[in-house]
């Protein structure tokens, strides 16, 4: 069986309604809250005209056939409720780095297409100035976050809008919800310029999303077997960098999946170690998200100076950058009760391999357990070269992996070579 996100997130809210779904300052809304906040904005998305569907058997890999949400927010329950709203609605959820200065941002929104936006109101200025050049950007909700930016004209305030909206859906249209549905995840243009990298629900989901057996790797079978798993959930997941990054709304959707409590920093704009160990503390994490050095050094320095009770912390994941082994040796010398997990993986790949140390262990980088699906390509990227090759070849994926780069389909070719029928 193939699994839509929207399907997935209201089967785990019907197994366990009152569970702690997110939990944002003094925000706490269970799974039956972000269920029925995430219905509204579906509806409010779907009476303003949006939600019309191509099905992907008319399209080719690089084309899109929904409309377009994109995501301009600071790390909140709304970013994530943006997200399952909008597949519950039937669009296609992007996220936008809010670092962009006005030209970057106009030529994301106008490649994506971008048909609606939710966004902070500390964002205005800058999207007011790019408006003017993107027609077809016209349903605008803006979320307050005491920045004292007024509403923008034509835009409504986001929470009038799920207020006004109907808390259930129509039959017909969680009837439609489809595996082909895309998530689209914009790499961040380090390397050229940023691109959509289109995934079928489906693969996204077993790829990056909780869409296999932890103990086992396997896929879930049918809906049934993730709702009886939800039921044994619980832990709780805080992400560190923000969710306009893949990692941490990859946690996050595999937090849904597993029926945890995803907790998220009271700092929504940057990184701020002393706010993040202290909810953990407060909230009682187990598992914590960083990327690299350049989060796991300004942690460790803290918590070798302060006292944090980080005795519910059972695993470290860093993923998204090099940990390097003087770090990891450091943060496990400091919670040396907890597991430090290295993840490797892309926006073009999903989640690939990994690499577990503990206290006592001796750290290092770059040696990992590969997942299903990894293997090594040639030179040319004409053939998969076998275990014990002598080769220098390119690390790849097969098998769910994206169907390619929104409106480029010669960088889609390149970067999605088929081999072998593969």
Not at 51 to 76: C, F, K, T, W
Request: hydrophobic share 40%.
């Amino acid at each position: 069986m193939e699994f839509n996100l929207a399907q997935v997130h209201e089967a785990v809210e019907s197994a366990v309604p009152d569970r702690d779904c997110i939990v944002f300052r003094d925000r706490r809304l269970t799974y039956r809250e972000v269920g029925d906040r995430t219905r509204r904005l579906a509806d409010a998305l779907r009476t303003r005209g949006l939600g019309n569907v191509i099905e992907r058997d008319e399209l080719a890999p690089h084309e899109s056939g929904q409309d377009h949400l994109a995501v301009y927010l600071h790390n909140g329950n709304e970013y994530l409720e943006s997200m399952l709203g909008a597949y519950k609605a039937r669009l296609a959820p992007f996220n936008v780095n809010y670092r962009y200065v006005a030209e970057e941002l106009r030529y994301l929104l106008a490649d994506a297409d971008a048909r609606a936006i939710v966004y902070h109101s500390a964002f205005a200025p800058v999207l007011a100035e790019v408006l003017p050049q993107l027609p077809g950007l016209r349903v605008l909700l803006q979320v307050g976050d005491g920045s004292g930016h007024e509403l923008l004209a034509g835009a409504e305030w986001y929470e009038d809008a799920l207020a006004d909206a109907a808390p259930e859906l129509p039959d017909e249209l969680v009837a439609s919800w489809s595996p082909d549905d895309l998530y689209i995840l914009y790499t961040g243009g380090t390397t050229g310029m940023p691109k959509g990298v289109l995934w079928r629900n489906a693969d996204i989901f077993v790829g990056a999303l909780g869409g296999r057996r932890l103990e086992t790797d396997t896929e879930w079978d049918d809906l049934g077997q993730i709702v009886a798993h939800a039921a044994q959930g619980g832990a709780r997941l805080l992400p560190g960098p923000p969710f306009m990054h893949g990692a941490a709304h990859w946690l996050a959707f595999n937090a849904f999946t597993n029926a945890n409590t995803l907790v998220l920093s009271g700092v929504g704009d940057h990184l701020d170690p002393t706010d993040v160990l202290r909810v953990v503390a407060a909230e009682s994490v187990n598992v914590l998200l960083i990327v690299g050095d350049a989060f796991g050094r300004p942690l460790v320095e803290e918590i070798e100076r302060s006292h944090h009770d980080l005795s519910s912390l059972l695993i470290l994941i860093s993923g998204g950058a090099a940990l390097s082994p003087g770090i990891k040796e450091r943060l496990l010398a400091a919670v040396p009760t907890m597991l430090v997990v290295d993840g490797l993986g892309a926006s073009e790949t999903g989640q690939q391999a990994s690499q577990l140390t503990s206290a006592g262990q001796r750290a290092t980088t770059g040696t990992f357990r590969p997942g299903p699906g990894m293997c090594v390509l040639s030179e040319r990227l004409d053939r998969v070269l076998e275990p014990g090759h002598d080769e220098l070849g390119w690390l790849a994926q097969t098998g769910r992996v994206p169907l390619g780069y929104l409106g480029d389909p010669d960088k889609s070719a390149r970067t999605f070579p088929l081999i072998d029928g593969a």
